[in-house]
């Protein structure tokens, strides 16, 4: 029987660290039962009261939602569904239960019409990166229902796969524009409750067979993004110099999801990753104890985050000493604070569009001209 109260209450109950880890927040232990932020000091988790201040922003004595909430910038609805999906201990006498495997439920449509419409005239990308992506298999046109309204939708789907091509996880990204139901964004925003922990959305360029083959001449190369949306306008903007990579994108930023889809992108299958797992390391820490070792040369990370606060504080803070990281953020308009790749996309096609229409009134002109002239 559905309980908000019962989920609500569970959602506080969670274990606070393993709710910081889920979000990729790298913690510094200051005594027995306090831990701060490497990212923002100020920030500090009390695990005897299971709750956190953020000293600069004025908040205190805040709960696990909260934290998701602040961190990862969602809703209440979004942080809870976060929150009820981690394989985190609740605090209570039970025995601390395994991760449930995740059940992809989402309906989809036979068409993709309404998605591939939304991709080009919203979002300005191209025929050829839409039909890239639906080859990979990670988006799909699907339908979303509200239970409490009974309403339904189309929307996008973004799927994280792993590395059998089973789908772990993914997001939804509404297609219809409705401002008075979705008041933040306008549309539906809406990550897939149980996602598996640090998978991310992800695709290959090249072959994966040679991603483990790679030298310290022509390294691994994989680009790191916050979403879906600004992965694929990433793609159409350099598709033509993008070559043995994989791009992953973080739904936030969780630098345990970088290390887990390096590990992916390397293992030959699936046996070798587990063996990896059990015998060695989680994947999702691998990445920094690979780099600790030395054991990274041969691979390169371009951070293409949004050009903000948080995506340079997230490169600057990743905490990797010998491995090579670049930033490749979209560049900054005038006056301007923050930029995403999906912006820049549009903004570049407005640009070419605006070339093309200059060149044919020039062409008509000159027409003009040349026949006034044979008068």
Not at 22 to 49: A, C, N, Q, R
Not at 137 to 157: F, H, L, M, R, S
Not at 168 to 178: E, K
Request: charged share 30%; glycine share 6%; hydrophobic share 35%.
């Amino acid at each position: 029987m559905y309980d908000p109260d019962r989920l609500k209450n569970e959602a506080k109950n969670t274990d606070i660290l393993s709710v910081a880890e889920s979000l990729g927040m790298e913690l510094d232990k200051i005594s027995s039962h306090y831990y701060s932020w490497k990212l923002h000091d100020s920030l500090v988790i009390d695990t005897d009261k299971n709750i956190y201040h953020w000293f600069s922003r004025g908040l205190k004595g805040k709960d696990t939602i909260d934290l998701v909430k602040q961190v990862k910038d969602v809703s209440f609805k979004e942080a809870l569904q976060h929150i009820l999906g981690l394989d985190a201990q609740v605090l209570s006498p039970q025995k601390k239960e395994s991760q449930k495997p995740f059940v992809y439920r989402v309906p989809e449509a036979k068409s993709f019409d309404y998605a591939r419409k939304y991709l080009k005239n919203e979002r300005g990308l191209s025929d050829e990166t839409i039909d890239f992506f639906l080859s990979k298999g990670v988006i799909a046109q699907g339908i979303y229902k509200d239970y409490k309204t009974g309403e339904t939708e189309p929307v996008v789907v973004f799927k994280n796969v792993d590395l059998t091509g089973r789908t772990v996880g993914g997001a939804l990204q509404g297609i219809w524009y409705n401002k008075q139901k979705y008041k933040k964004k306008g549309r539906l925003k809406k990550t897939l409750r149980g996602s598996e922990h640090y998978s991310g959305f992800q695709i290959d360029v090249g072959e994966k067979k040679s991603f483990a083959q790679s030298t310290k001449e022509s390294p691994f190369k994989i680009y790191v993004f916050e979403g879906p949306l600004d992965m694929m306008a990433y793609y159409d903007l350099h598709k033509e110099r993008l070559n043995n990579a994989r791009l992953v994108a973080l739904h936030g930023l969780n630098k345990g999801t970088i290390s887990k889809s390096i590990v992916d992108a390397l293992c030959s299958d699936i046996e070798s990753y587990k063996k990896l797992e059990a015998n060695v390391i989680p994947a999702h820490q691998w990445l920094r104890d690979a780099d600790e070792k030395g054991f990274t040369d041969k691979l390169k990370i371009i951070i293409a985050t949004d050009n903000d606060k948080a995506g340079k504080e997230f490169f600057l803070n990743l905490g990797l000493k010998h491995t090579k990281v670049v930033p490749h953020m979209p560049p900054l308009r005038p006056g301007a604070t923050k930029a995403d790749w999906n912006d820049h996309l549009k903004l570049k096609n407005q640009e070419q569009k605006m070339k093309e229409t200059q060149h044919m009134v020039a062409s008509v002109i000159q027409k003009d001209h040349f026949s006034e002239l044979y008068v």
